[in-house]
């Protein structure tokens, strides 16, 4: 029921335009507490349980879901606008936590809810705002690198937050100590990996794809178990192993096989939220939850826009990616399970999370998909600046070798792309930047 279902929620938001996260969180609200309410309208004892098979296959989905944001950490790539990413984000943080948190209390909260959720409603998502850029074309654009700069930045401050929630004990001091001394050594380790381990091994492995995706795959495995001997959470140990492959030619290409499996997980994990909610936990929440989501977009789009004019960014590049990034985050929900896990807070808490997502991921889609028209009626759109670029060459066989040296004579440098090169039997290309991949992949091309 749940396959089928999420198959059928993908298609439909395809064929919209639209990223699926929220869809699949409507269904697992439907398939939970949906069918429970029915089933006792109707006089009957209906409940669709989760446990075994599915809430191991949605920990895998944490886990890939965390990998695949550490694969978006290209340092030579967002480092330009690291500079502005860093002071918004942490602006939009700390604003979203100051009013988030007297907000919910005023609302009834509890202390530890509204802590928690002071602390998960921070970050934006990249499951949204990453796909509709793509479909968009403006992944390249001032904007779109200057979102997922932000999305970096917020992840890594996640990857603190889940650390500490998770290893929590008696004294916080020494359980943040461990966490602080826990997450340098991983980024030690994954600076090593980049530098030392990871290129000869995924070049050893390139032109086999199953090989390669089982390389990648034991980086990953070697991190996670690395993360859970120290004492944090395997997604942890994800994180740092996505962003040690990042820094490869084969990054993209990795990060084009691993989507599908990563949306295959990650809906399982959605899914299994909602079935875990209860038609009390909703009716609990929903009026808080709302009153918090609509706080929310205008909050961290004001927020973002300021920060963003403040550190020197134009007004429609600022106002582009405040609207970008106005949702919370699926890492809400992550967060949000792990203070459930250590009894921070109660699992119909779930719901309020649950709830804020949902409403502020599919009002920021529509603020994504009109973003352009919405600004442009307000600040003059910048013209692009027309950059020095390589030409790229899309294949390299015996033919593209002739050609590559064509254009090598003619413009200094080309960019390869395809799947013979960049590994270890790679033919010499020179200088020529390499990237590793298949052309079948819209990642890659």
Known sequence: MVLVSSAVIAVLADRLGQPPVP??????????????????????????????????????????????????????????????????????????????????????????????????????????????????????????????????????????????????DGNPLVGGARVLASVVGLGVLSWVCYRFVAPKVMDRVSNNQESFLVGALGVLGLFAGVSFQAGLSAEIGAFFAGAALAQLPSSEELYAEFEPLTEFFLAAFLVTVGLGLSVSALSRFWFEALVVSVT??????????????????????????????????????????????????????????????????????????????IVSKVFDSPEREQEDANPVLLGFNAMGERIEEFLRDRFGQVTIVDRSVGGAASPSVGDDELVFGSLEHEEVR
């Open 23 to 168: 869809g699949y969180l409507v269904l697992g609200l439907l398939l939970g507490p949906g069918l429970s309410a029915g089933s006792i309208a109707l006089g009957a004892s209906f409940e669709l349980a989760s446990g075994g098979l599915i809430d191991l296959v949605s920990e895998l989905g944490l886990v890939f879901l965390l990998f695949l944001v550490g694969l978006q950490v290209k340092i030579d790539e967002i480092q330009g606008s690291l500079s502005s990413a860093v002071p918004m984000s942490l602006v939009q943080s700390l604003g979203v936590a100051a009013v988030v948190l007297p907000l919910c209390l005023w609302l009834g909260l509890g202390t530890g809810q509204a802590g928690v959720a002071a602390v998960a409603l921070v970050p934006s998502s990249a499951a949204v705002v990453v796909p509709l850029l793509g479909k968009q074309g403006d992944t390249s654009s001032s904007h779109g690198i200057l979102d997922i700069s932000n999305l970096v930045v917020q992840s890594i401050l996640m990857v603190l937050v889940l650390g500490v929630l998770s290893s929590l």
């Open 296 to 373: 929310l977009v205008p909050l961290k789009a004001g927020l973002y826009f300021v920060s963003g004019r403040f550190s020197g960014i134009g007004q429609f590049v600022s106002a582009r990616s405040s609207l970008d990034l106005a949702q919370v985050s699926d890492l809400s929900l992550v967060v949000g399970a792990v203070a459930v896990s250590t009894g921070l807070v109660g699992e119909p808490f779930l719901a309020f999370l649950s709830v804020v997502a949902l409403v502020t991921m599919t009002a920021s889609s529509l603020l994504i998909v009109h973003g352009k028209g």
